[in-house]
């Protein structure tokens, strides 16, 4: 068994350091921490043992206190597993953060992190995808002291400097907290402290430019990681109206995707990634047993009626095999996922085939009517309702009456 390789720890992980969310108005009132455990509770029951083994659920778990023990042990036991060999310089981040988070040695693994950040170079034309990654390699290099984490860093932070173009909200945050543990160690000189306060305040006046009128930070799925850059760094951010905007999309049952969940709840719980390394973990005898517990979530149960969702697959991108634009209306249970709408035009017409594969975001579609994504060629299949970019997943969004859904083939 799996679970017999891990050390007896504890299933009650509690923190302390001194990187919490330093805001006294960064807190959820009392009457909502319903909210929040209900949250949490969500984002605990997705592990199971055919989900994706998630690291950032884990760390999520183990900075607010995990709810459900087995849950927590098991997914803990899964990573400490898995194999390394392919793992990206992200992914392999997460997973000694998850470990570390869990009082367990990430062994080889940060080796392995730091050759892979030293043959890293990035690309001034793509800095959405080149810096997200390396951002999670140097926060966890520099969580666990290791040695050459300052010349990466230096690096890192001169590959910054040279991008033209501004990159995401959840780039910029991961870089903001990486470059915050950075600046936090020790004897750092005055060249070396000036640069990564330089670079700190373009990410960080990047990311004030992303805030919305209602306080989100560049919308809802980005503004948990936001809340933990923002919230570690000097400014006039308005937390309290954050929290209240983010307070408000839980109770409208906007975050329900586990993945969006995990990178929110620490700034819920006061906490940010830079916490990872002060977790306090205690011996089997102090284990709290899972909570079991009624959620106060209003969930519309789904009728039993029919409805129409009109379903169309465009590709109309040069160079591309095939062009096409196809339309098909199926009916599905009111309720049903889009997912199931997918699989109903895929039985009526072999041209809405469609592949998937499994990410710490969910279910991806990776191709449809045998036109795949190319991440060289930036190609994606993006779905839309009507002209507006979907903001969940084809295994969270419920489609409505007579909505017209498009995947296209796009570049990104």
Not at 32 to 50: G, I, N, R
Not at 123 to 135: A, H, I, L, M, R
Not at 229 to 258: D, Y
Request: aromatic content about 8%; charged content about 15%.
């Amino acid at each position: 068994m799996i679970l017999h390789t891990i050390p007896l720890l504890s299933l009650l992980w509690a923190v302390s350091g001194a990187h919490t969310l330093a805001r006294s108005e960064c807190h959820v009132p009392e009457e909502k921490q319903a909210l929040v455990d209900d949250l949490q509770d969500v984002m605990e029951s997705s592990v199971t043992p055919l989900s994706f083994p998630n690291p950032s659920i884990l760390i999520a778990m183990n900075l607010a206190g995990a709810r459900n023990a087995r849950a927590q042990k098991f997914l803990t036991a899964v990573i400490s597993s898995t194999d390394q060999a392919d793992l990206t310089i992200g992914q392999l981040a997460l997973n000694i953060m998850a470990l570390t988070s869990s009082c367990q040695d990430p062994g080889n693994r940060l080796l392995n992190l730091k050759e892979k950040m030293e043959d890293w170079t990035s690309s001034p034309q793509d800095p959405y995808s080149v810096f997200y990654g390396p951002s999670l390699g140097l926060l966890a290099l520099c969580q666990k002291n290791q040695k050459g984490t300052l010349d990466l860093a230096i690096k890192f932070s001169k590959m910054l400097l040279a991008t033209v173009s501004s990159f995401s909200v959840d780039t910029g945050a991961l870089a903001t907290l990486a470059l915050t543990c950075v600046r936090n160690m020790k004897d750092l000189n005055d060249d070396y402290n000036q640069l990564f306060g330089q670079v700190l305040t373009s990410i960080v006046e990047n990311i004030d430019g992303r805030i919305e009128s209602n306080g989100l930070i560049g919308g809802f799925y980005s503004t948990g990681l936001a809340m933990q850059a923002l919230s570690v760094q000097p400014g006039e951010w308005n937390c309290k109206k954050t929290m209240e905007a983010v307070l408000h999309e839980i109770e409208q049952n906007r975050f329900n995707n586990p993945m969006s969940i995990a990178q929110l709840l620490p700034s819920l719980k006061g906490k940010t990634y830079l916490d990872v390394p002060h977790v306090i973990c205690s011996t089997d005898q102090d284990v709290r047993e899972t909570l079991q517990r009624v959620t106060t979530h209003k969930t519309l149960s789904a009728s039993a009626y029919p409805i129409n969702v009109i379903y169309t697959i465009n590709n109309q991108l040069r160079g591309v095999e095939m062009t096409f634009n196809e339309t098909v209306t199926v009916t599905v249970k009111n309720g049903s996922v889009l997912l199931v709408v997918l699989e109903e035009a895929q039985h009526q017409n072999p041209a809405f085939k469609f592949e998937s594969k499994m990410t710490s975001w969910g279910l991806y579609i990776t191709s449809i009517n045998g036109i795949k994504e190319v991440e060289n060629h930036r190609t994606y299949w993006q779905f839309l309702s009507g002209q507006t970019p979907l903001d969940q997943g084809v295994a969270n969004y419920i489609p409505h009456e007579n909505e017209h859904i498009t995947a296209n083939f796009t570049q990104y």
